[in-house]
């Protein structure tokens, strides 16, 4: 069974920088593993014009770089930049399963990741 079967994968995509703020004013935005914490991110930023989100309970996976396969656990609704993957089970209370599968087969997923400086995963690779 692929994780794309059970799981809904939601590609993150930045907003525009004038869309961006430190004041709180919307909601917070990851841009990559800069904001992640032992469990949950850590926001330091925000934007009024949200283009993918994440929610309560989904698995944030970093997708581009050296810290690529570097999971969160949303603890709130967040805007997620290119830099992220929000994963949600389509059965809610089977997210630690998914997170645990993806645990599992992180190394072969890093194997394939593209781009020889800082790996890369795509939806259709995380699918």
């Known amino acids: 069974m692929q994780l794309g079967e059970v799981c809904e994968i939601i590609m993150g995509q930045s ?3 004038q869309d961006c703020n430190t004041e709180n ?4 935005l990851l841009n990559g593993p800069t904001e992640f914490g032992g469990w949950h991110p850590v926001p330091v930023q925000w934007t ?3 283009r993918k989100m994440a929610d ?3 698995i944030l ?4 770089g050296s810290t690529t396969g570097k999971m969160n656990w949303a603890d709130q609704k967040y805007a997620i930049g290119r830099g992220i993957a929000a994963i949600r089970h389509k059965k ?3 997210n630690y399963f998914a997170w645990s599968a993806i645990k599992w087969k992180l190394d072969d997923l890093l194997a394939i990741a593209t ?6 995963v ?5 699918c």
């Open 56 to 58: 309560v309970g989904d």
């Open 122 to 126: 795509s939806g259709d690779m995380l």
């Open 15 to 17: 907003p525009k920088g």
């Open 115 to 120: 781009g020889s400086t800082f790996p890369n």
């Open 61 to 64: 996976f970093c997708v581009h």
């Open 25 to 28: 004013n919307g909601p917070p």
């Open 92 to 94: 809610p209370n089977l």
């Open 48 to 50: 009024t014009a949200p």
